[in-house]
């Protein structure tokens, strides 16, 4: 059987291949609203058809149903095993039962809802976009480039070759390079990396609801056993906070961590501590622990 160790390896694994496959989707998906945007009816380049615009946003939806949704449910589909994984790990440690098959339902609708709600926001201002540009005669590569941003922000795909060189280097340059093509994509090219972008909120919503799944079986399975005392447990790495530097692999009773955790720390999430952990992409877990 899995330990806690190894079931957290399994977690961080899981989560690197969630995420991968949405921003792969969130790849197409750019590329398939820019190219239907390409058609829109123009003079000289700019948009003036406001009944094609108004149309558009039925197309839009079609394609983030097809594109992002489906991937969504698809990363959806792989919680129970979770589930089953995580019910192996704890298992070392004692004798608990399973989840219920309806609250596994229940949990991976409610996470679904939460992928759905960016979904339509997107659609909302996709769309919205559209229509307004139309009625205002946009060029229309310039609409197509603002929409490309509001997917995937400093990372849309992109024909200038120097915005493609350094968005290479802010993924994968030392901190000193990173900083350094962040500063010019902002300044030069307007590519807002921390902004409102699709790709922003779909990506922390993709790890913290996996996390926050594998979460709510633990502390379910933990409090049905009569659990008082857990583990906050998963590997220290070089950019975890200070606050879970400081507790991981401590052991504390359920009255200390409700105290513990009432204080204020960067990137503290609301909710229920055993739930939100250490906060926004956290890959720290609670597990029971017996004497």
């Not at 496959?21 to 380049?45: C, F």
Request: glycine fraction near 6%.
């Amino acid at each position: 059987m899995a330990t806690d160790n190894q079931h957290d390896d399994y977690l961080d694994r899981l989560a690197d291949s969630h995420l991968e496959r949405l921003l792969a989707a969130l790849s197409v998906l750019e590329n398939r609203i820019a190219d239907y945007l390409a058609t829109a009816p123009d003079q000289a380049g700019k948009l003036f058809d406001v009944e094609w615009a108004i149309s558009a946003r039925a197309e839009i939806q079609q394609i983030i149903e097809q594109e992002y949704s489906v991937t969504v449910q698809s990363l959806l589909d792989e919680y129970p095993e979770v589930e089953r994984r995580a019910l192996e790990m704890l298992n070392n440690y004692g004798d608990f039962a399973r989840t219920s098959p309806t609250v596994i339902r229940q949990l991976q609708r409610l996470t679904f809802q939460g992928f759905e709600d960016i979904g339509q926001t997107y659609l909302d201002t996709i769309a919205n976009e559209v229509y307004q540009n139309a009625l205002t005669g946009r060029p229309k590569a310039d609409m197509i480039k603002s929409i490309r941003q509001k997917i995937n922000g400093v990372y849309m795909q992109s024909d200038q070759a120097e915005i493609n060189r350094l968005v290479d280097i802010a993924k994968n340059g030392t901190a000193a390079q990173s900083k350094a093509a962040i500063d010019q994509l902002h300044t030069i090219y307007a590519a807002d990396k921390t902004g409102n972008n699709m790709r922003r909120y779909a990506s922390q919503i993709t790890q913290d609801s996996l996390m926050q799944f594998d979460a709510s079986i633990n502390v379910n399975a933990g409090i049905q056993a009569g659990a008082d005392k857990w583990k906050y447990y998963g590997d220290v790495i070089r950019d975890s906070r200070s606050f879970c530097r400081e507790h991981a692999g401590n052991t504390y009773t359920t009255e200390e961590i409700a105290e513990i955790w009432s204080g204020d720390w960067a990137g503290k999430a609301s909710g229920d501590p055993f739930i939100v952990r250490g906060g926004y992409n956290c890959r720290h877990h609670f597990r029971p622990v017996f004497d």
